[in-house]
T-cell receptor
């Protein structure tokens, strides 16, 4: 079945690295995503990874995928106060059509 | 591109009233999704359309909820009659065959 789990809260100091973790249950996931939601706004796509990839890097963001353990992580290097937001992990099966989201991890960056 | 446009941004209504939420997807996108976000349940997919046709409405909570997509550039989500437990943020998202979901800024609905 489809189930995406992530921790609810993470607090880091400005300048440190943040690692947000996610587990999913469906081994037939095609794509895995990270979305960012700032207060009062919609979800903004940060990055995504195809299920046959292990890693993807985009500037300060690094996504790691462990398909055996069904574990996805998002690392934000040199975390800034502007990174404070809720981060959603999501998976889709068979393309982009049906996407299942986790509950979201609230990242608090302490100056 | 203007992105996904939703209206209104905020809606406050009394229990029993009809509520209509509107969405304009990104031009060229052929799939449209309605999600509901609450603190308790997170993001729930209510319904999605492909080429204006409803494909999966299994997430629509009750018959009080209905959605239409009369053309490729417009969709509505209607709640009639509304109840306090319908209070949530409702998001519309769109995608095409080769793109992930793009979300609107949502409509915050409060039913008193």
């Amino acid at each position: 079945g489809e189930d995406v789990e992530q921790s609810l809260f993470l607090s880091v100091r400005e300048g440190d690295s943040s690692v947000i973790n996610c587990t999913y249950t469906d081994s037939s996931s095609t794509y895995l995503y990270w979305y960012k939601q700032e207060p009062g706004a919609g979800l903004q796509l940060l990055t995504y990874i195809f299920s046959n990839m292990d890693m993807k890097q985009d500037q300060r963001l690094t996504v790691l995928l462990n398909k055996k353990d069904k574990h996805l992580s998002l690392r934000i290097a040199d975390t800034q106060t502007g990174d404070s937001a809720i981060y959603f992990c999501a998976e889709s099966i068979g393309g982009y059509q049906k996407v299942t989201f986790g509950i979201g991890t609230k990242l608090q960056v302490i100056p | 591109d203007a992105g996904v446009i939703q209206s209104p941004r905020h809606e406050v209504t009394e229990m029993g009233q009809e509520v209509t939420l509107r969405c304009k997807p990104i031009s060229g996108h052929n799939s449209l999704f309605w999600y509901r976000q609450t603190m308790m349940r997170g993001l729930e997919l209510l319904i999605y359309f492909n080429n204006n046709v409803p494909i999966d409405d299994s997430g629509m909570p009750e018959d009080r909820f209905s959605a239409k997509m009369p053309n490729a550039s417009f969709s509505t989500l209607k709640i009639q009659p509304s109840e306090p437990r319908d209070s949530a943020v409702y998001f519309c998202a769109s995608s095409s065959g080769d793109s992930p979901l793009h979300f609107g800024n949502g409509t915050r609905l409060t039913v008193t």
